[in-house]
């Protein structure tokens, strides 16, 4: 099969033997991965794929059709629309993954689009719902609402009666947050005066801190899950204990696998039928065939999209 | 009658009206009262009693026998032995306090100990195992053990079957702290050498937050409701999110009536069972009568105590 591949800090096109689905798992024949922040991190050497995964294919997301069943794979059958979130090894014609990480595709959800969904949309599920219990009727407030996970956080909200500010740094991206139906879609500077907020998605990091806490409700929760504008944070603990409030910080890739297919059962139960009614989408920014993966990437670094860039295979 | 008053900074004994007790209140013959942290800072004009108290006379807890019901109150009848928290006005002969905020105490438990009972065991229970979600066989850290909340934490976790670990700044008090049961009993320094800890109950503040987060544990829980050592603290954002961890921060002051409730109801069910085992006990310092108020104040003040300084009526 043919796969992106990491070399000497370079990603591009190369032969890879066919993976085979070992117990429990599923060969996937990829129709769409999407292209995540920790795949830039891994081709910088910043962020080697955990054990198991293939060491040198990025690609944490896919959508496919199954192509075989490993042993005691029970849960789907060959022809079966799947996706799923990987430890690696996504961005390839041929995926294995284990079957209890994978979800079916809901029926309003087209190839290769279907391949940008796991990563963000459970992330951003995980991070509001599972871990900051936002609940209908709540405000929320997400920073660096554009990003893959900041568009999915904001759907997700709106779809469960929350109402959502979303701040966003780039005046040309407001828009696009705005279409996807924010309440207000704001300029990072002065987001305090828009609380208070019972949930806080911090998307970009340590700066923002000591101002969530300052606009964040009685019982309000700040939930952690980007730092890419610092992560040396002041807190002051009084206010904190005023608040009677709680940070609470995550990642998904390190989680053990028990906990990951949590949150694909999660996804099914909580996410999926949002998709199936057309409430949510994936916003695609733009979509590279494998052959351009380079291209791909270089636009993902270059910043300043709203939605996922994916490839199709 | 007589009750424990603040006048200029001062606090002695004081003629009052008899309070008469409201609709769904109960009029409790006070036969132990409690000293606590925020009697303290009362008494210094740095926190004033909420609206609905007593403005001048102190004490958040009390234990007694009901003397009268107000209209309404179903729950106890004259000569129960009852105790609870209330906003204010706990160290006076006759108190108010809603039935609802009231417990039956435990056979087990004496007056005027069980006077000392419910402020520092409902911080605590609130704080490991309603706030930390602290679970038998977890390891909890307490920080600062030797206080009221200190040692009640440290009862309740070893009863409910945690692994427990206490830092105690002054030596003289860590064997008082080694007979409650904890496993290790240690000098602050050097505490993140025995971890990690699955919940971190943080009684110091600010100086042992960085502390606290590297001796914790793969989902752990730093749970914070004192600073007297300082409330800003430096943290690391991404340490979090790689413990995939959670701060939380509480006062049970500030509550509304409805959340205290709820917390006298969880002690019913979790920890006053603990207490007619006796498994469990109010540690007490030292008993003072209502005329020697004073002197019961500056005993707190000095600090150097293990367990409770009551008033006794």
New interface residues.
């Given amino acids: 099969m043919r796969a992106a591949t990491i070399r000497d800090g370079e990603v591009l096109v190369e032969e890879h033997p066919d993976p085979e689905p070992g117990v429990g798992q599923v060969l996937v024949g990829v129709r769409g991965a999407g292209l995540n922040g920790a795949d830039m991190m891994q081709l910088r050497g910043r962020y080697p794929a955990p054990p198991g995964s293939s060491p040198d294919i990025p690609g944490l997301e896919l959508a496919g059709v199954v192509e075989a069943l490993g042993p005691q794979a029970v849960r789907f059958e060959v022809g079966d629309r799947v996706m799923g979130i990987a430890g690696g090894g996504g961005q390839a014609e041929l995926a294995v993954v284990h079957e209890r990480q994978l979800m079916r595709v809901p029926d309003a959800v087209e190839f290769p689009d279907a391949g940008g969904l796991p990563e963000v949309f459970t992330t951003a599920h995980d991070a509001i719902f599972t871990q900051g219990r936002l609940r209908p009727g709540e405000r929320l407030l997400v920073q660096g609402a554009a990003g893959g996970v900041g568009t999915a956080a904001v759907q997700l909200a709106l779809a469960a009666g929350a109402h959502v500010t979303a701040s966003v740094r780039n005046p040309d991206l407001r828009g696009g947050v705005a279409k996807l139906g924010a309440h207000e879609v704001i300029d990072p500077e002065g987001f305090v005066d828009y609380g208070p907020f019972d949930v806080v998605l911090e998307l970009v ?2 700066p923002n ?1 000591g101002g969530d806490l300052k606009a964040l409700a009685i019982n309000g929760r700040i939930v ?2 980007g ?1 890419a504008a610092g ?21 998904l890739r ?2 053990p696998l028990e906990e990951k297919a949590a949150t694909a059962r999660a996804m099914e139960r909580e996410v999926l039928p949002f998709f199936e009614r057309g409430d949510v989408r994936v916003p695609v920014a733009k979509t590279y065939a494998l052959n351009d993966v380079a291209s791909a990437y270089e636009h993902f670094a270059g910043g300043g999209k709203l939605g996922k860039i994916l490839l199709t295979f």
């Fill in positions: 990091g340590a801190l952690v899950i730092v992560a040396k944070a002041e807190l002051n603990l009084l206010a904190l204990m005023g608040k009677r409030a709680r940070i609470m910080a995550s990642t390190a989680r």
